[in-house]
């Protein structure tokens, strides 16, 4: 390519953010690196699991101008709503036409609680800053009400359809030990029900009897392949017949694409079709998905940042014309907050085509699933929310630099210790 070649990123997330700086450090001036965002901040959106007991949200926002400055990545701020990929043009609301070489769509995944009735009207939800705050004072409201003897139950639900069920299992976890901390816990029951055949199936059978021994020791009852299908003010009703009461029910619902993108190949929730090693959509290689946007069946900010890189990295390989090394391989990360320990799983993946089970531990990777619980994971955690924002802040990507080499020896070296 004689001329610069002309990158459109869209969203201001993990992914369109890691896919942009990545682009940048690896041309620091042969590409034209444009990101659009309908908002003008970075969410980290993991933290935001803190809200509901003090943290403040604005802490957990980096504006996206300054970042994006420091690496002159023009910054775009406005909706799309159109792709236009037999003339390479992406169109914002606003009537803006970027013209692109190549497109990166990472503009994530949304929440769709009208698919279960009543659940938008009766469920405290944990999607958003906004609705993470509502959930920290529905929790004082219910601690009034225990502290005045009053016994209390609370619900928390994964209906299908929910791509990522980790964050309501922490959000149970972090309940059930500041219940405790208040010295209430035994004025309210907890109730854990999921359409999952497996405790946070996607992980695999190990995170499976973490979680199953943690809710024995914790007195919390978990139900699996529990199918929500009514939700009223008081219960929830179940596909197999079963009924829920809570005093407070708190759910996850399940997820659909943030943009429905005309045009473009996707699944029934809009997650659009790509290739798997490379996040290309289908029939559109200028077109890439990485992140939720796309259709991986398990969406994560460490998978996203994956994918990002293999995002980057083959479109860096098609300017450059070498060759592509690095697929998405999909070995997830996560570590998973309870207040009083934290638990570590690493997880390889492949995908099965069983749209009940879509992905499973990869056959032969077993060395490579680690799963640990220990009271210091939960620095790990920290590290993570500080070296995180920092890197953005600074306008880099998340997996590189020497950063990331330590941060990863600190993690490695974590895990040797403290996972098997
Ligand atoms: C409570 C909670 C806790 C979580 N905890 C973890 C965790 O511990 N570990 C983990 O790995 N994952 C976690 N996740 C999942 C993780 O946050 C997501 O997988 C991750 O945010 C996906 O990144 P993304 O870049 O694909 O999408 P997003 O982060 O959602 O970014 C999408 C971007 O696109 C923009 N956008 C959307 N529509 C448009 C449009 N029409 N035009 C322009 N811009 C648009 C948005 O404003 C946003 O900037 C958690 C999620 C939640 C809700």
Redesign the pocket.
């Known amino acids: 390519m004689a001329a610069n070649a002309k990158i459109v990123v869209?969203?201001?997330?993990?992914?369109?953010?890691?896919a942009a700086f990545l682009l940048r450090m690896r041309f620091p001036d042969r590409a034209d690196v444009m990101l659009?965002?309908?908002?003008d901040r970075?969410?980290f959106?993991?933290?935001?699991?803190y809200i509901p007991f003090g943290a403040d949200p604005e802490d957990l926002h980096i504006p996206l101008s300054d970042a994006l400055s420091k690496r002159h990545i023009t910054f775009f701020q406005?909706?799309?709503?159109n792709v236009a990929a037999d003339k390479k043009q992406v169109s914002?609301?606003d009537g803006t036409n970027l013209p692109y070489d190549f497109l990166v769509l990472?503009?994530?995944?949304?929440m769709r609680p009208k698919e279960i009735e009543g659940l938008a009207d009766h469920a405290e939800t944990?999607?958003?800053p906004g609705e993470?705050t509502r959930l920290g004072g529905r929790l004082q409201e219910l601690r009034a009400k225990a502290l005045g003897g009053a016994k209390q139950s609370i619900l928390f639900l994964v209906p299908p359809n929910n791509k990522?069920s980790?964050?309501l299992y922490?959000?149970v976890f972090m309940v059930e030990t500041w219940l405790r901390r208040q010295g209430i816990r035994d004025h309210v029951d907890i109730t854990y029900s999921t359409f999952e055949q497996g405790f946070i199936q996607a992980f695999g059978p190990r995170l499976h009897d973490v979680v199953s021994k943690e809710f024995a020791e914790r007195g919390i009852r978990g139900h699996l392949q529990d199918v929500a299908s009514h939700v009223s003010a008081n219960d929830v009703r179940f596909t197999n017949g079963e009924r829920r009461e809570f005093d407070l029910l708190v759910a996850?619902p399940p997820y659909v694409a943030?943009?429905d993108y005309e045009g473009l190949p996707k699944d029934d929730r809009g997650f659009l079709s790509t290739t798997l090693e490379t996040r290309q959509v289908v029939g559109f290689p200028d077109i890439y998905a990485?992140?939720?946007?796309g259709d991986f069946p398990v969406?994560?900010?460490?998978?996203?940042f994956l994918q990002?890189d293999a995002v980057a990295t083959h479109i860096q390989s098609r300017i450059g014309a070498t060759p592509f090394r690095t697929p998405f391989d999909p070995v997830?990360?996560?570590?998973?907050?309870m207040f009083d320990k934290a638990t570590f799983a690493q997880v390889p993946l492949r995908m099965t085509g069983d749209p009940d089970r879509p992905v499973e531990v990869r056959p032969g990777a077993e060395d490579e699933y680690k799963v640990g619980v220990s009271p210091i994971w939960r620095l790990g955690?920290k590290l993570l929310g500080v070296y995180l924002p920092m890197r953005f802040r600074a306008g880099e990507p998340f997996h590189a630099g020497t950063a990331w080499q330590l941060m990863d020896v600190g993690l490695k070296g974590m895990s040797g210790v403290l996972a098997e």
């Open positions: 869209v969203g201001g997330g993990f992914a369109g953010l890691e659009v965002s309908d908002t970075f969410l959106k993991p933290n935001t699991i406005g909706r799309v709503e914002l609301s990472a503009t994530g995944a949304d944990i999607w958003t993470m990522c980790g964050p922490e959000m996850f943030a943009v990485p992140g939720d946007a969406k994560q900010a460490f998978l996203a990002a997830s990360m996560c570590v998973m907050e955690k």
